[in-house]
């Protein structure tokens, strides 16, 4: 759905007027976007004098912290900027405008690896630097033991990740009709969904391979066996004379599949596939596919499946038939459902060789990271301020809905709140150190923003790999994932118990804020906090909570809180100041097991990797079922899809979340899976998630 502001106008006057008069007129989310009255002169600041600020308990599960607060409409007339911008004030205003800049299209939804995602680092990078932060890194992006003492020279740590599976290539490919070769690109492709493997086997024709189409149209006989065969499947479904669908459309997409019919194919037992385009359909031609496009046909097959040509399918069948009937006659016969599985002549047989090889694809990202020299006794120990600053574009990378595919994701909220965040502190942090006195005591800052954290926290994972600065003398890293949406004042901090005594230096400083703390002890292990967590950093993980435009393309700039943002920032950077001036370091702590409610994640854990559905079809695909789990004992397998929970919709891996989050460990629910095409009930038996 498209956002349409009621006055296309205003945007391109500042932001703040934007947030303030149209973001509340969002179509998508009347309730809960932003905080949008505008504020009486001073009001804000004191009504932050006077509150006092109180601490809860996170709720049980991540995605359950999303505070809403009634808006009230304000009538764009009315709004005075100049008053808008007092009220606001230096740094909302200067969070509001990095924000505004970050989330703008040409930052393309700032994907690794992209245009937009280069950009994205030289931004953060001028400003670090115009803040007056040193380059956090050497030459080569990363200290080793060989480069400690190495100048650091450079504000970027470049690293590269694989994408698991994202490039296919065809090493062999051979295939030979009764003896003779064919050409491989000219009469037939590898395609990507093929395995492996060697077959030598006379041809079955299956039709359009469909097991359960309308009206009890079934290419295949009940008791069809197909082993030891190669199956010659049509592409599509069912054709009239004017090779237009014969179904309706919904039926057609569904049945038409190809990822269906090959795993009914194989189902059967089929050795291998050889696909061909039934010449005169009006949709489609009858070129033989790319590897990289038939990648798309869906999971990978344990047969070698080919494309052939209409010409070399149509001499196959003249040889293979008894009767001789060509392929324009063996298309009609599956139109009209007269005929099913046919074995061909044995004595006729398809000899193919296939090798193929999925690798992961390398991305390049960078992460960025400016230093404020402390000084002192202090000086080489060391607080981190991080936050992701990439996002997924177009939706190439992360949870996102298949349905926004292909439109630009902003990532107003996710994350350039939190980049912004890094550039604000940075410069008031500058300030403030400028302004300490001389012999002040004072740890040195590192400002992050990482690369390649909506992909799988890579960025954060590089670094604390390679970190540019001792890992043993960092007190405390400060993670910032989505503070753009304040709602309630109330703002969610987690990893609060990853250091000894770390609450109580928390207590006063949240206490203060005016701010409703939800807090959490351990950390979410959603963002780049846990990267830190991982390598003994004590870390919080600051966020504003979940709302409907997260991860989608209505994750735009008009929707974020900058007066918000403010408060949540002046905590951070009241936390950043105290832990940065305390005499002692803090010590990581493995923060306390929470059982049952007030944990980061669902207490039951159905034990699968979701894969990648390249058709981009509802429900959650199963890349991997793991051993002992309820997964696995409910006989869930590699290459199900779930689509069902109880009478829940399964659209995508959110809603898989959302269903395990409501959930103890014995609750039993029925799943329904899509397997090779059929549904399937599963009955799932949680236990409960192993620490
Ligand atoms: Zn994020």
Redesign the pocket.
Known sequence: MAHHPPDDRLLVVTGAVIWLALGCQSPQSPTDVGRLSPVAPGARSEARQEATGRIIQFPQSFTDFAPTEKIVPVDAKEVSLRQVLEDLGEDATLWYQHVQTLANPFFEGRVPGSRGGELTTEYVEFFLRLYGLEPAFPADGQMTEETEGTQRVSYRQPFTFGLRGSETEVITAKLLLDGEPLADGADFVVLGNSASGEINAPVSFVGYGIADGPDGYSSFEAEADLSGRVALLLRYAPLDEAGEPLWNERQYLRHGRIARKMRAAARFGAAAILMVNPPGAAVGGEDLESIQQSRGFGRKLDIPVFQITPDVADRLLVEADPLGRGLKTWCHLADTGAVKTVDLRDTITVRGQTEVRRRSRRVAGANVGGILRGRGELAEEWVVIGA?HDHVGHGALGGINPRNRGQLHPGAD??ASGTAGVLVLAKKLSEAYADAPDDADLRSVLLLTFDA??AGLHGSRYFARHPSIDPAMISLMINM??IGRLRNHTVSVLGTATAEGLSEVLEPLLEHSGLTVSVNGGGSGR?DDASFHRIGVPALHFFTGMHREYTSPADQAYTVNPAGAEEVLDLVFDIAQDIARRPEQLVFEKPPVQRGRNRGYAPVRLGIRPGMDEDDLPGVLVDEVFKETAAHEAGIQDGDVITAWGNETIEGLRDLFMMLQEHTPGDTVTLTVLRDGMPVAVQVTFKAREE
């Open positions: 992701h996710d994350n954290e909506e994932d989505m963002s």
